[in-house]
């Protein structure tokens, strides 16, 4: 019960004080995509959150305005990575702009607000699509879903897209077992250090 609410705390606090002082570099990263190419500032990806809810997940926009229809035009081998991952690595939708805020993981500042309203935490599992939970075995899915998922999490600091599905799944269960203060200040630590290396970013 403490865990909880001193995490929830956490989260709110320095999602608040983190909202305020990177207020000027959001209004700069929107220009910049403004200027980049023709689309909207935010992308907004349905999510499945705590429980099953639906949760609209808030990112600045890091592909071209047509993404989701280009997905027809993929190679089979493109295809097929799609199929598996749900991602590429060399992904021709990405923008210029959107290359680098992906790579230093600006593009995920907009889920503050997530975390605001309590809708993800600074740590948990990643968010997944409804397609991903497909990949869970039974019960997998239910147990991820009984947390709240999270901006970073054990699979995000521990290899992320350098790591097939099935070895995400059992990192994001491993957290799910484990999770603690403790834990979660060695995860936010890691990324930190990710960040600044750009290790397992698209």
């Given at each position: 019960?403490?865990?909880?609410?001193?995490?929830?705390?956490?989260?709110?606090?320095f999602?608040?004080?983190?909202?305020?002082?990177?207020?000027?570099?959001?209004?700069?990263?929107?220009?910049?995509?403004?200027?980049d190419?023709?689309?909207?500032?935010?992308?907004?990806h349905?999510?499945?959150?705590?429980?099953?809810?639906?949760?609209?997940?808030?990112?600045?926009?890091?592909?071209?305005?047509?993404?989701?229809?280009?997905?027809?035009?993929?190679?089979?081998?493109?295809q097929?990575?799609?199929?598996?991952?749900?991602?590429?690595?060399?992904?021709?939708?990405?923008?210029?702009?959107?290359?680098?805020?992906?790579?230093?993981?600006?593009?995920e500042?907009?889920?503050l607000?997530?975390?605001?309203?309590g809708?993800?935490?600074f740590?948990?599992?990643?968010?997944?699509?409804?397609?991903?939970?497909?990949k869970?075995?039974?019960?997998?899915?239910?147990?991820?879903?009984?947390?709240?998922?999270?901006?970073?999490?054990?699979?995000?600091?521990?290899?992320?897209?350098?790591?097939?599905?099935?070895?995400?799944?059992?990192?994001?269960?491993y957290?799910v077992?484990?999770?603690?203060?403790?834990?979660?200040?060695?995860?936010?630590?890691k990324?930190?250090?990710?960040?600044?290396?750009?290790?397992?970013?698209?």
């Open positions: 019960m403490f865990y909880h609410v001193a995490k929830r705390l956490f989260d709110f606090i999602a608040l004080i983190l909202s305020i002082v990177m207020l000027p570099f959001f209004i700069l990263i929107a220009i910049i995509i403004k200027l190419s023709k689309g909207p500032v935010f992308f907004i349905n999510r499945v959150g705590k429980g099953g809810k639906p949760l609209p997940l808030f990112k600045f926009r890091t592909m071209c305005d047509d993404a989701e229809g280009m997905i027809k035009n993929f190679s089979s081998d493109q097929k990575e799609w199929q598996e991952n749900f991602k590429l690595k060399d992904d021709p939708r990405v923008t210029k702009v959107g290359k680098f805020l992906r790579k230093t993981s600006l593009d500042l907009p889920q607000y997530n975390i605001l309203i809708q993800l935490s740590v948990g599992p990643r968010p997944v699509t409804k397609e991903e939970l497909e869970f075995a039974l019960g997998e899915a239910e147990k991820v879903l009984s947390v709240t998922p999270g901006l970073t999490g054990w699979w995000a600091c521990n290899g992320r897209s350098n790591i097939d599905y099935d070895e995400r799944v059992k990192l994001e269960l957290y077992d484990h999770a603690s203060i403790l834990l979660d200040l060695k995860i936010i630590l990324t930190i250090l990710i960040v600044f290396s750009r290790e397992g970013a698209i």
